[in-house]
């Protein structure tokens, strides 16, 4: 269901790049979610070309971005266990 609804958003063709751009990533942590990965471990790379992107461009273009954010997230995620 989750990868319907991402697929759902996606399926416009006609974003500006910049808008794509932000979808691609605004949807990175959906498509790895544990249970789509199950279903299909390539849904990320799929969509970025579907919408008509380059994901390693698209990924060091916004890699400062990434790691802050997901490691960020990553660590809260451990304090939170700790306590």
């Keep these: 269901m989750i990868l319907d609804c991402v697929q759902a ?3 416009y063709k006609g974003y500006k790049v910049e808008d794509a751009e932000r979808l691609a990533l605004e949807a990175l942590p959906s498509t790895h979610n544990p249970l789509v990965e199950a279903m299909n471990n ?12 380059d994901a390693g461009r698209l990924v060091n273009r916004y890699l400062t971005q990434l790691k802050q954010q997901y490691i960020a997230v990553q660590c809260l995620f451990f304090v939170a266990l700790a306590l």
Excluded: H, I
């Design 9 to 11: 958003l996606c399926s």
């Design 42 to 53: 390539n849904s990320w790379m799929k969509l970025v070309a579907y919408l008509g992107l």
